[in-house]
């Protein structure tokens, strides 16, 4: 076909139809093949019936459409968006309000968001606390305080940080920097069923074992003697319950402490009258016919009690980092001075980071990362983080615990004085005190 | 008989072969007939015979691999042309995964081979049991067990892809003598003569898919017909398969949309650049869901509640990428997109469909909030 026979096209002016002369418009009678020039005068545009003359030639656009069909970049959205409304979370919209009054922050929480000091949980049943004494801000106030739009009961369920997106239960966020503050979860064992053992990990589930304990001095078997299990059983003895602390180890925080200390420890809780069962492994939880719950271990021993509360450890949700490719070592990796995660924007903060492939689980540095996220987020490069051991403070009554710097594995113990009231001891490693220890 | 020893009914192909068979039919004759399957009610059965007899219906199924990611991009290339039939194919493919994994052999031999070529037809009749079983509804057919069988009575509004001579998966709640609700059972039920179809209102769409309202009445359900009894574990492995291939349907929507907001951008492309969820967002958008989509698609029977939530929220992400894309594609493309016979239009009401059908939004949102909570002692 020469260039003089091509098929031609014609634009309408008015709607934008393309009469194509290789097509024709076979709905009005123009046969294919049918040139523009022969199309009868009365025949009109069969989309919008305007008539020929306000058709022009059309001619097919030689540059390249102004769209790539390949992905391109993407609209980001506006505001920082924060998961999870615990100390963490309420720690980053605080420190992000304080350095910038005017940016949107939206907060995503599981819970309604009331505020509260966690480490209270376990001493708070001799305390005679309850959910309103616990609360120093309601989530709602806090919210209107700081400018935070807070979406209660609402789980993050999916991540893209290439979308800058985060899916809810209640919708999709868009964000421009997106922090993370989704906190640990209890790490139950396969043979613990999640309906028959508690866990106090927030305020909600402490207050529903509450109504439980309250009635009447209760049998409580705790599983696990950990910083939480032995801060529980001391704050249930206290309050009037028979509590039995059972352990892997042969005594309580065993794995933190050197022998003597813990054996103190063990004697101290024994002294209140918690009955310590240490060298067992839990193999089965079954409720009876009578509905009490029965605990049995693998060397053979039962207990029969009202409660059960696992103090087995935390453990970081994998969920959603993973379903976003974040680097992940037993939480999730943040750079030490940022708290950035291996994603761009995304940050994260509290017990759900890792640093140096370590959690680290406390309460101290949490305000500390959320001024070095908020200065991060304002271009303040000269505000990193610091990762310190936090001081440990065991808040068991019958023998408080207070410990500085991080204990290593290899490192040699020694006491520096001890009465009956008091052990101070100190670990070397190194030839440097890297820990110091106070029991009393 | 053992499943191993049944041969595949359709000879494998290699993905290409497949998707290159697929994508000529439906390009073609399906593109052809979308209009009128949407608006007029024409139900494309011998479209998806030729469908089926290309292989477009069995490769997710065990005995040809479980090429679960390979049957959301063939679902996906039809349901580009016509969502209408993308949502038959995901009937048609549940229907065979029913069959396949109810382990029963009187449904995974000839039965199953004439079902995956399509040269019989079935749906599913789940939308209920799957929300009673989330909670949010009742159960509505019911069962009482009789000698052989069981006996089931109920009537369930509207079931898609059925008609005389075909079947659908369906589920019915087992009442004791007493009155009392004893457990579920999984049956085909096939729409013999025994079963009253009645015809349901117009919708405003997916008009060709054909679907009818049931009413069972002392419907007889020989063990041969049973799929799982109790239903409950047999649903509780193959959820989330069921909701994951919903996906190929809403990613072929929202491809079809981004396809005709790119037809008129040589055109309109000096005015298109003004308006927000550009084919080139929405592109990326669509490519990460895939990706994700596809890793999902490698461990179709992962039953873990992690693995459960990111299906239910890749499924509900696409439903909300085909919302955004289908109207997108009618504000890129303008009146022309308005006419009524145009695929821009019909998208607008596929893109619906595929927000409101079981799982809708709303319930994958629901369902994704009751697995997120800690289960505690009562």
Request: negative net charge.
């Amino acid at each position: 076909m020469t260039q003089a026979q091509a098929w031609k096209q014609f634009i309408c002016r008015a709607c934008g139809l393309i009469y194509d002369e290789k097509l024709g418009d076979p709905d009005s009678g123009i046969a294919p093949g049918t040139r523009f020039s022969e199309i009868p005068e009365d025949w009109v545009c069969p989309l919008c019936g305007v008539v020929k003359s306000d058709f022009e030639p059309y001619d097919v656009p030689e540059i390249a459409p102004a769209i790539a069909r390949t992905p391109s970049a993407l609209k980001r959205g506006v505001g920082v968006v924060i998961v999870g409304a615990g100390q963490a979370g309420w720690a980053a919209a605080e420190a992000v309000r304080a350095q910038d009054p005017k940016i949107p922050i939206t907060i995503v929480t599981a819970c309604v968001g009331d505020r509260y000091l966690k480490p209270e949980l376990s001493i708070a049943l001799r305390r005679r606390s309850t959910r309103e004494s616990l609360v120093r801000e309601t989530g709602s106030s806090s919210a209107e305080r700081l400018g935070v739009r807070l979406m209660t009961e609402t789980f993050a369920v999916g991540l893209s940080p290439a979308l800058h997106q985060l899916r809810t239960t209640r919708g999709n966020l868009s964000y421009t920097a997106l922090i993370l503050a989704q906190g640990a979860q209890p790490a139950l064992p396969a043979a613990l069923p999640a309906h028959l053992c508690w866990r106090i990990n927030d305020l909600e589930s402490w207050v529903r074992l509450k109504q439980h304990l309250i009635q009447s001095p209760k049998r409580v078997v705790l599983i696990g003697a950990g910083m939480v299990g032995c801060e529980l059983a001391d704050d249930f003895i206290t309050a009037g319950h028979q509590v039995t602390l059972l352990d892997v180890q042969n005594a309580p925080l065993a794995t933190v402490l050197p022998e003597q200390a813990s054996t103190r420890l063990r004697m101290a809780l024994e002294r209140a009258g918690v009955t310590f069962v240490g060298g067992v492994q839990v193999t089965s939880v079954v409720q009876n016919a009578d509905g009490l719950k029965v605990v049995t271990t693998q060397c053979g021993l039962s207990f029969e009690c009202d409660e059960i509360v696992a103090a087995t450890g935390l453990v970081t949700d994998t969920r959603l980092p993973a379903g976003a490719n974040l680097m992940f070592e037993r939480g999730i990796v943040v750079d030490p001075a940022t708290l950035q995660t291996s994603a761009k924007d995304v940050y994260a903060l509290g017990d759900c980071v890792s640093i140096n492939g370590m959690p680290c689980r406390f309460i101290e540095p949490i305000s500390k990362q959320a001024h070095a996220i908020a200065s991060a987020l304002n271009g303040h490069a000269d505000a990193p983080y610091r990762h310190d051991p936090p001081v440990i403070r065991l808040k068991t009554h019958s023998l408080p615990v207070v410990m500085h710097g991080a204990p290593v594995a290899k490192g040699q113990w020694r006491v520096v004085s001890e009465t009956e009231q008091q052990l101070t001891m100190t670990q070397h490693a190194d030839g440097l005190d890297c820990c110091t220890l106070v029991l009393g | 008989m053992n499943p191993t020893d049944v041969a595949p009914a359709v000879l494998a192909t290699d993905p290409q072969t497949l998707l290159a068979s697929v994508k000529q039919l439906s390009s073609g004759v399906l593109a052809q007939a979308a209009y009128k399957i949407d608006h007029e009610g024409f139900y494309p059965a011998d479209i998806m015979r030729s469908l089926g007899q290309a292989g477009a219906f069995g490769v997710h199924l065990d005995r040809n691999g479980q090429q679960v990611g390979l049957a959301i991009n063939v679902m996906r290339e039809i349901a580009q042309q016509c969502g209408s039939t993308g949502f038959l194919t995901w009937c048609h493919d549940v229907c065979g995964l029913y069959m396949e994994q109810s382990g029963n052999p009187a449904l995974m031999g000839a039965l199953l081979d004439e079902h995956a070529s399509a040269n019989t037809l079935g749906g599913t009749a789940l939308s209920n049991p799957m929300k009673t079983f989330a909670g949010i509804e009742k159960m509505l057919l019911r069962a009482k067990r009789v000698a052989g069988g069981y006996r089931v009575s109920g009537a369930l509004p509207w079931v898609s892809h059925i008609g005389r001579g075909q079947y659908c998966g369906a589920i019915a709640g087992v009442y004791l003598d007493d009155g009392s609700a004893s457990h579920e059972i999984m049956f085909l039920l096939r729409c013999t003569d025994d079963v009253v179809l009645r015809q349901c209102p117009e919708f405003s769409g997916m008009e060709g898919t054909s679907t009818w309202g049931i009413r069972l009445d002392d419907y007889f359900v020989s063990e041969d017909a049973l799929i799982a009894d109790p239903a409950k574990p047999f649903i509780a492995r193959v959820r989330a398969a069921f909701v994951l291939l919903q996906t190929g349907w809403a990613l072929g929507v929202t491809q079809g949309s981004i396809e005709s907001m790119l037809e008129v951008e040589p055109l309109l492309g000096h005015v298109n650049k003004f308006l927000n969820d550009r084919p080139d967002e929405l592109q990326a958008e669509l490519d990460d869901l895939s990706a994700r989509i596809q890793t999902l698609a490698r461990t179709p029977y992962d039953g873990s509640t992690d693995y459960v939530i990111s299906v239910l929220d890749a499924r509900a992400q696409s439903a909300e990428l085909v919302l955004r894309a289908s109207q997108s594609a009618l504000l890129h493309q303008g009146a022309r997109g308005y006419m009524m016979n145009t695929a821009p239009q019909r998208r607008i009401r596929e893109a619906h469909f595929v927000a409101i059908v079981t799982p809708a939004i709303k319930h994958l949102r629901w369902e994704m909030a009751r697995l997120s909570k800690p289960v505690m002692p009562a």
